[in-house]
């Protein structure tokens, strides 16, 4: 039984803020507490489940706290696509009952560790690291080794490096693979390449991942970890990705089919845009 749960609510949806606010009510009734987590961030502290109310970009959003706590994440689809998200607003009151009852289970996915040279903090990301040109009007030119060999430099809009989870992303619009989620892998996709011959590549979920900023020029780039910024890069700065020892943990009340949604939510998708 959950005793406090997080709430993450997308700050422009009306409908979020009113389908959070029966969600507090539901289980105030129930004797469990919730705390907005916008509003009080250090309730995270004593939080016990997260979930969010938006789309993909609002799961992520909570996704960075649950990562931190180790504690499970669903997300309520008020979104376009919603690959991550788990109930749809029709469903809220089952998926409420089913939370209460413990009628759930959990699904573990891969997260990337991401560090930079020179700085002490490391991130982790359950869909992408990417670099990138951001707002800039040149291309970049980013090195990659695995493992220690050359993968190429590629002379691109950016790099990205994916999990199985955010294949689905940013990735896949940049012509990267669709991976199942279960995989234990990264995909690195060039974004935009100035070249024929750079493809994307799936690596191993244990390789050592190095992106460097090539200092034979004079460049800039941006590092956006799960879409946000982490920090300008400057020439000879070096991007270190591997596989994190931590999964986050996603509540999930009905199976998660991937293909089945995969397929409804890029038919959705494709209508949307």
Not at 159 to 180: C, D, E, K, R
Request: contains cysteine.
């Amino acid at each position: 039984m959950f005793r406090k749960i997080g709430l993450v609510v997308h700050p422009g949806k009306r409908e979020a803020t009113d389908m959070a606010g029966k969600t507090a009510a539901f289980f105030r009734e129930h004797g469990i507490s919730t705390v907005s987590l916008q509003q009080d961030p250090e309730g995270a502290r004593d939080a016990d489940l997260i979930l969010t109310f938006g789309g993909d970009g609002t799961l992520l959003t909570g996704a960075r706290i649950a990562m931190e706590r180790e504690i499970p994440l669903m997300g309520i689809n008020l979104g376009t696509v919603g690959f991550l998200t788990e109930v749809e607003p029709e469903h809220l009151h089952e998926c409420l009952e089913a939370i209460l009852q413990g009628a759930y289970q959990i699904e573990e996915r891969f997260l990337l560790k991401v560090c930079v040279s020179g700085r002490e903090e490391a991130f982790l990301a359950l869909n992408d690291a990417v670099i990138t040109r951001g707002g800039f009007a040149r291309l970049i030119r980013v090195e990659c080794e695995v493992n220690g060999e050359g993968y190429g430099a590629f002379t691109a809009d950016g790099m990205i490096a994916a999990t199985p989870t955010g294949s689905t992303g940013y990735s896949l619009s940049a012509g990267g693979p669709i991976v199942q989620p279960g995989m234990d892998c990264m995909v690195l996709t060039p974004v935009c390449a100035h070249s024929l011959q750079k493809c994307p590549c799936i690596v191993s979920g244990n390789a050592e991942i190095r992106f460097r900023l090539s200092a034979d020029r004079q460049q800039t780039a941006e590092l956006q970890i799960d879409g946000m910024d982490r920090g300008r890069l400057k020439a000879g700065d070096e991007v270190l990705v591997t596989g994190s020892d931590r999964k986050i943990r996603l509540l999930r009340i009905h199976p998660y089919h991937f293909f089945t949604v995969l397929q409804n939510k890029l038919i959705e998708w494709g209508t949307k845009h």
